[in-house]
Every structure is written in structure tokens, then in C-alpha cells.
């Protein structure tokens, strides 16, 4: 069973620790070793790797010796391998079988909820003061995480080129950060939307604490309900919920309340081509999330009129913002704990670990892209400005 | 007649002057006048404005006088007008009943024959001393046309982070202006693929005049025949005669040759969705040229494992080249003729004015996308140093 499991992640350098007390492991050193206390955790596992590891790792029954990271690099490297193809096949289906809520009105509510109404206090531990869950920009390797969630947003701000006293909308604020700053750093009016309760509620604080309240509005909306005439739009992070289905829709929402000469932004994790999302994430973490291919992305912008003007694919940035999160969050491990238990510790930890290694591996992309409307001649000409000190 | 003519243009702001005297046009202020000479013509033009126009002009039957530029500018925005989506269904079919010869490797030969064999010496007459025949990039408004070409060379350059002593491919390499250029400044080995027998033996003069021969050379082959193992790849200009149902070849071919850790830049015309090629350049100037969208793009990259790492869409920088060749060609204008004739003068003429305002009003994009195989970790975590003074 097991040399059936070490095929299928292409015989990856891991080690298996059996009650008994035999060890199997390929003869490349390996970077973990996998304790399995029994024959019914070593069955579980080996029928569904992709869901039960996961689950299994989070009820400690797997026990898990060495790096994490790189176990879970070394199991997307080896899955990536050529002879998996026929499980892919295989597996596509089984995620069908398994599909959560789509991403209907009522649908991304509940799948919102699910992930970003854990409680504002759980996520302040280790998101760092910017509160902003995207991944941040890096202007240098020793930049440290505030710092580079403050880059990103700049770097979003000089991609569509805001001016004082402009009107931006933005579509999926999370916490607020990015509105909050374009607001004060800009100068502009920001609407913003979002269908986290929570998320809204701790961001209008944030806006009234800032004194930006008056400059920043904060709506508890679908980005479906936006309406209105803006001279930017942004959306940084909530592509990745918005079901590929719901592309064309989204293009027409923007086309409908962006200016003609307005220029767009959208940031999402990305794929190099598309793949189910992973089952465990998707079941335990991500319900109805979808990162998207370039190639499907573009069924955003082509059916309404819009020209591509840059797409920046920021990976190893995700995997280092991943690195941070990552050592905050087991700086906090105990008061997780006490907020949740030790199984949403794990669970957590393992969600971090491999959302880390997704990135590290090429599984993952970053993309932000950049568009207006096709007969806009006033585009910049050049992205000199995007690196002016 | 007219007034169908008018309506399936979205009735620009054109005047039509009959044999007769009379005059036609709507109540915007027209930009140009065409002059219809007969009965016979006027109907040639209304029964397929596309082909026709093109030849009516070339021929001298149709004369246009006022700004040919701005007329064909209101001619491709009318053209996009929402009226006009059942006649772009029609010509769809009708693309495909006049197909030309597809680009196999023999259908290519006689494809880029006819385009790029017209004579260096007449290619030499406007193209500016780089002979560069694509896109050049303006880092300033004032920049003159032969150092907007080097500055083109030197984005790309960057863009695959050229290092001296890497063997670099180039799949499409003109009169070799790049390939020259690489070597020159990067201290680099270039090995250059091109079909065109005219633009190779001009390439190799060149290197050799140079006295960059033992660092460059120029192959006279189909890119499909590219065997061996570099450093970087470089595509300026060729992709828009590949063909879409080739992507996936181009794309393995890449693989096949490209380190791990290599670069690869594909800089191309393209649109924003797909679009069969205007039939009149395609009949008389471009046989089987297809400028792809970003969506047909991904074709090259999803299946060979790529990741699309920056995508920059310099169209604007593309109306400004073809003002420069445009006005270049004029002054050329009498030896033009006495290369060939007069009809060849004005179709030609028709072609630079057509092509920039294909790119003036967003009809038509350039793309510059760089990428590396998904894996490769090493690639440059900001595009600050495309920038650097």
C-alpha cells in the first residue's frame, strides 16, 4: 500500500514511521518522517492521500518529525510528476463529485463567512499591524512584513496611477488596509466592498479611528451590487472566490462603473494553468475558492472591452509574506489554542505550511493585472514610474 | 448604397464626392474626403468595403483627400461600433472561405517570402538605420526613432536578464538588428533563426562587418527546427506568423531548449480577443499573419509547464513607430516608385497609416510576455532593474 503511495507523489524523500516499528523511506535522505500510530491511519491515509493527510495531521493522528515546509514541497514536486496524470484524471472528477456551495449570492456569503469570520483577534496575530491577508510586496529580502504590506499597496496605487481627489472603488476590502491607505496616502474618496461582517465592522473602526471616515466608506455588499462612476477600480485578493463562471460578470460590473479612461487592478493567486483547488483546502479552509489561470482571467476583460496593460506574477513574494505569517503564527500557537483547540492549530499550521510551499513550488502564482478600457490612449507609456524612489 | 456604407461603418465623419458633384457625408465635420470617379466603383466599394477599399486605393481609383490617417482611425472605431456584430459574423465565414496557404513549414516559406523579400534596400528606405522592423520603445515622448529601436533591444535585454558568456536563441530574428545587439552589449553567444533568405544573407554581412561573427549566427531555418540548449529566448516579432493551431508546438519547442532556469521573452502584435486578420493585409501585405490574443497566447505556455512571469502591453509605443516609418516612407516616396510603381507606393502607404491606427485606436496591441519553466526559483523578484539609468 504504501509503495503504491510513494508512487503516486513520484517517490518522494519521506520516510514512514509504522507502529510496528519498521521504517519505509526511497533511499533519498529524507526531509520528514511521517509517524502513523496504526493500520486504520495508514488505510485512511492511503485511500485518500489528498483529503486525509490533511485531516489525519490535524486530528494528530499523523505526527509529523522534521520540516513541514519541505514535506509538503517534496509531495507537490512528486504529484507534479508525469505519472500522476491518470490519478489527475481521476481526481478532477472526485472534486466535482465533492464541489461545495457555488458562488451565488447567498452561496459566497456562507463561503466568506466560513474562512473570514474565524474573529478579527485570531487573524491580528499574526497578519502584523497592516491586517492586509494578500500577499505583500518585498522591495528587498530583508524588507520586513509590515513594511512590504505597505509596498504592496503602494505598488498598487502607482499601477493605476491615482490623483487627489479621486473617486476608487474597491471590491473585496478585507480589513480595510489598502482602502485606508490609498485614502491617506492619495488622497482619494474609496468605496469599498465586502460581504464579511466581521471584516466590514472591524474596518469602519479602523476608518473612524484613522479620522478617514469621511473619505472612505465601507459597504457590506456583493461586488455584484457595486454601482456608480469611478475613476480607479481595484480588488486585491477576491478573484480567487469569485467562481470562474462569474468572470464575464465581474468584467461587466467594471466596465459598467469604471471610467472611460479609469485604469483597473486585479491581485489573485493564480495558476499556470487550471486545476481543481486542492480537496482538503477546499473542505476545510477555502470553501468555493478557485484560483484562476491567466487564461481564464482574461474572460474578465475580453468580452468587455478591456486591454490587458501589464500582469506582474509575484510569486516568491507569497511564498516570503507565507514565511512570515507562517513564524507569527507559531509565536501564537498557545493562544490559538486557547481560541480554538490543538486540532485547529494543526490544522491551521498545515494550511499555512502548504499554502507556503505552493508558492515555493511554482503550484501557485501571484498575479496582479493591470487593465482600462481598449480606446483609452491616456495609459502610461512606460512602468519608469512604478520605481521611483 | 452610401447610406448602408455609412451605417455598417457606424457613420463616421466621412465625405464621399461622387462623379457627379455631389456630396455625401453626415453632420459631423469630416476628417477626409474620398473621391468616387464612377458608378462601377462606388459599387465595387459598397459590395465589400474591406477588400475593396484597400484596392480601390492602391489602384488610384479612390482618392482620398484630407488626413488618410484620421480617416482610417473613424473607419476602425465605427467598425467597432456595436451595429456591426452580425456583418463581423459574416466576415468570419468570409475570413475563412478566403483563406490563405496555412503556415506549415512550406506555407510559411512562401508566407514571410512574400512580406520580407520585397528588398532590404527598400525595407533600408524607412526603417531607420537599426533596420529593426517591430515595435521600438520610447522612454521619452522625444526619443528619435534608431534609439527608441535600441532602447526596445535593451527592455528585452533586461526583461531575460542577459549575463555575459550565456548562449542565447532568438526564433524570428529580422536583419539581426537584436542578435547584433545582445552580442554587442551582453557579451553574449546568439544563435538566430529566420526563413527569410534576403533578411539572413543582410544579417550575416552585417555580423561580419561588425566583426561579431564568432558570436552570432544566423541560421536560415523554421523555428520548429531549433535544436540545443540555451541560456534565454528571444522571440521579437515572429509570433504573429506562427499561427494559433502551432502554439503548442512553438511551446514544447521552447521546452525543449530552454535551460531550467532560463528566461524566455515572446514580444508580438496582438488583440484584445481573437479576430481573424483584416482580409485586405492579409491578401496584399501579410499573408497568414494572425495576431493572437493574451487568451490564444497561453496556448505556447500552459501545456510545456511554463509560468507567464510579466506581461507589458506597449501598444501606444507601436502608433508612434509606424508615425516615424510612416513619414520616413514619404520622404522616401519617388524612389519607392521607381522600385516599383505607383500602386505599390499607395498600398503601402495604406498599410503604415492602416497599422497605426489599428494600434491609435486600441484595435491592435503589443505584447511583450516573459516566462520561465513553473519550477525555477531564481527568477527576478521585482522589475526594478528594467529601469535602472
Redesign the interface.
Known amino acids: 500500500m504504501l509503495q503504491a503511495l510513494f508512487h503516486a507523489f513520484g517517490d518522494p524523500p519521506v520516510e514512514f514511521a509504522l507502529w510496528n516499528g519498521e521504517r519505509v523511506r526511497t533511499d533519498t535522505e529524507p526531509v520528514a518522517t511521517m509517524h502513523i500510530p496504526d493500520r486504520a491511519t495508514l488505510v485512511r491515509l492511503c485511500r485518500d492521500p489528498d483529503m486525509q493527510f490533511g485531516e489525519l495531521y490535524s486530528d494528530g493522528k499523523i505526527q509529523v518529525e522534521g520540516d513541514l515546509g519541505r514535506l509538503i514541497e517534496v509531495l507537490y514536486?512528486g504529484a507534479a510528476h508525469p505519472g500522476r496524470n491518470s490519478i489527475s484524471a481521476l481526481r478532477k472528477l472526485s472534486h466535482w463529485l465533492h464541489r461545495r456551495p457555488n458562488n451565488s449570492l447567498l452561496g459566497s456569503r456562507e463561503n466568506i463567512h466560513h474562512h473570514y469570520d474565524l474573529g478579527n483577534q485570531f487573524y491580528s496575530l499574526w497578519l502584523g499591524d497592516t491586517m492586509a491577508y494578500t500577499c505583500a510586496?518585498?522591495?528587498t529580502?530583508e524588507t520586513p512584513l509590515d513594511q512590504a504590506q505597505l509596498a504592496k499597496m503602494e505598488h498598487v496605487c502607482r499601477k493605476v496611477q491615482l490623483r487627489p481627489g479621486q473617486h476608487v472603488v474597491e471590491a473585496g476590502c478585507g480589513w480595510g488596509s489598502l482602502a485606508l491607505y490609498m485614502a491617506r496616502h492619495h488622497g482619494v474618496k474609496v468605496t469599498a466592498f465586502n460581504i464579511s461582517r466581521e471584516q466590514i465592522a472591524f474596518a469602519r473602526e479602523r476608518a473612524k479611528a484613522e479620522g478617514l471616515d469621511h473619505s472612505v466608506e465601507f459597504v457590506e455588499d456583493d461586488y455584484r451590487n457595486i454601482r456608480g462612476s469611478f475613476d480607479a477600480f481595484v480588488s486585491v485578493g477576491m478573484l480567487e472566490h469569485v467562481g470562474v463562471e462569474n468572470y464575464p460578470g465581474l468584467g461587466e460590473i467594471i466596465r459598467s462603473c469604471l471610467q472611460p479612461e479609469g485604469l483597473g487592478l486585479i491581485h489573485t493567486i493564480g495558476r499556470?494553468?487550471w486545476k481543481p483547488m486542492h480537496r482538503w483546502i477546499d473542505r476545510r479552509i477555502f470553501p468555493g475558492a478557485n484560483p484562476p489561470?491567466?487564461?481564464q482571467m482574461?474572460d474578465i476583460?475580453?468580452?468587455a472591452?478591456?486591454?490587458?496593460?501589464?500582469?506582474?506574477?509575484?510569486?516568491?513574494?507569497y511564498a516570503k509574506t507565507l514565511d512570515w505569517w507562517w513564524q507569527l503564527y507559531e509565536q501564537s500557537r498557545d493562544k490559538v489554542a486557547k481560541m480554538f483547540d490543538e486540532n485547529f492549530v494543526r490544522m491551521w499550521r498545515l494550511y499555512l505550511a502548504g499554502s507556503r510551499a505552493a508558492f515555493?513550488?511554482?503550484e501557485m502564482?501571484l498575479f496582479q493585472v493591470v487593465f482600462s478600457g481598449?480606446?483609452?490612449?491616456r495609459?502610461p507609456?512606460?512602468?519608469?514610474h512604478?520605481?521611483r524612489p
Open positions: 514536486q510586496y518585498f522591495p529580502p499556470n494553468y489561470s491567466l487564461k482574461m476583460f475580453e468580452q472591452g478591456f486591454s490587458v496593460l501589464d500582469v506582474e506574477n509575484i510569486r516568491l513574494h515555493t513550488t511554482g502564482q481598449s480606446t483609452n490612449n495609459i507609456m512606460t512602468r519608469e512604478l520605481y
